[in-house]
């Protein structure tokens, strides 16, 4: 059955913290940070390396710019006679420098003893590179040019933007951990769900509690098969309607239900063989548009799937109006127990979507229990995502 497929397929991740091991890109076209080091888990006292890591990545194409050999702009030009003539000679002839230049090292011709005429001069030794002068020495001044990886301060705007985007994403993991508690305690309740009818299930906050509704439909529409309040990690409620009586889903439920329904003929593909995790976000008003999120289902302990999330935007008459991928490829986010004892270290992944961490990161560090460092393009920064979103200083 699709629905208990898709958060029992949660539930066999845990919502346990584990530790970090692998971090991956958001697209194809993009390089993997580089792994973490095998080292005892320091938690985010490892956020200064993580962030090298991060910064020693976006530095690569510079560095292999910066070692093609380059020739100084103020070496200065080498004396004529210190040139070595093209036929050995056999009694070269020491040269003096032009006055106000250096002597030049690469040949030395009067501290070699004159051949004999008989014989013909030994080929030159070769000599050790001159140092080079300290103009050739990469500095602020001659340094290849690239962008500040650091642009200007954010703005009051971007910085109420981003609270809003953590604020979507701790709304996100509040229905996710709902819905499986739900579940869990519905399969308790209800012996075949299937057979009863459930079509889908959604959450609505109230106060500091969670309702979720299970749902199957009516001849007149939606109607209500369980029900359940959730608060402080358990369920301490719940209503289980199996006869004919089943009380008609109010109508911004009803909204949900549809909304939910219209997303199921998209062409979005989950990154596992298993259904979408559908999370539906109650609209702000009886007008509101809703938005929908189909997040890919993680498979076993300890992964979970980076790639593989969408979010839809239905509008009040019941059409898409606007839908979103998170990734261009799918990509497996491994997080492995920590020791006894020590926290959860900070996973790094790369982002170019989008100037800043987006919410699906914010449900991500806090269903995984880890930090995430994120690398945005450009400009070049990189935030620290827990159930808040903030700039990492470089």
Not at 35 to 41: D, I, L, M, V, Y
Not at 79 to 102: D, F, I, K, N
Not at 316 to 328: K, L
Request: glycine residues 6%; charged residues 20%; proline residues 13%.
């Amino acid at each position: 059955m699709r629905f208990s497929k898709l958060l029992l397929t949660a539930a066999a991740a845990g919502l346990t913290t584990f530790s970090a091991v692998a971090q991956q890109p958001d697209s194809s076209d993009e390089q993997p940070p580089a792994e973490t080091r095998a080292e005892p888990s320091r938690g985010l006292s490892d956020l200064e390396e993580t962030v090298n890591q991060l910064l020693e990545e976006e530095d690569q194409p510079i560095s292999r710019q910066s070692d093609e050999p380059r020739v100084p702009d103020q070496l200065p030009p080498e004396p004529e006679a210190s040139r070595p003539p093209p036929e050995p000679a056999l009694e070269p002839q020491a040269s003096e420098p032009t006055p106000g230049e250096p002597p030049v090292e690469a040949s030395e011709p009067e501290s070699r003893p004159h051949a004999p005429p008989s014989e013909p001069a030994p080929p030159p030794r070769p000599q050790p590179e001159a140092p080079r002068p300290a103009a050739a020495v990469t500095t602020a001044a001659n340094a290849p040019v690239r962008p500040a990886r650091l642009a200007m301060p954010l703005s009051r705007t971007e910085l109420a933007a981003l609270d809003r985007t953590a604020e979507r994403g701790r709304l996100l993991i509040a229905i996710a951990r709902a819905g499986l508690l739900a579940t869990q305690d519905m399969l308790t309740r209800i012996s075949d769900p299937e057979g009863a009818g459930i079509r889908g299930w959604i959450a609505e906050p109230e106060g500091n509690a969670m309702t979720v509704t299970f749902y199957a439909d009516g001849d007149s529409g939606q109607r209500a098969v369980y029900r359940a309040n959730v608060l402080g990690g358990r369920v301490v409620s719940r209503e289980v309607f199996l006869g004919p009586d089943r009380p008609a889903l109010t109508p911004p439920q009803a909204r949900m239900a549809a909304a939910r329904a219209a997303t199921e003929g998209l062409d979005h593909r989950a990154c596992t063989t298993q259904p979408f995790n559908v999370f539906v976000v109650p609209p702000a008003s009886s007008s509101a548009p809703i938005d929908v999120y189909q997040v890919s289902a993680p498979t076993q302990r300890g992964h979970y799937p980076l790639g593989g999330s969408y979010r839809t935007t239905i509008a009040s008459d019941g059409s898409v109006a606007e839908s979103r991928g998170f990734t261009n490829s799918c990509l497996d986010l491994e997080a492995a127990a920590p020791a006894a004892g020590e926290p959860a270290r900070p996973i790094g992944v790369t982002h170019l979507l989008d100037p800043t961490p987006t919410e699906i990161h914010v449900f991500l560090a806090l269903w995984s229990g880890h930090p995430l460092l994120v690398a945005t393009g450009e400009p070049h920064r990189i935030w620290q995502v827990t159930d808040r979103i903030a700039e990492v200083r470089q």
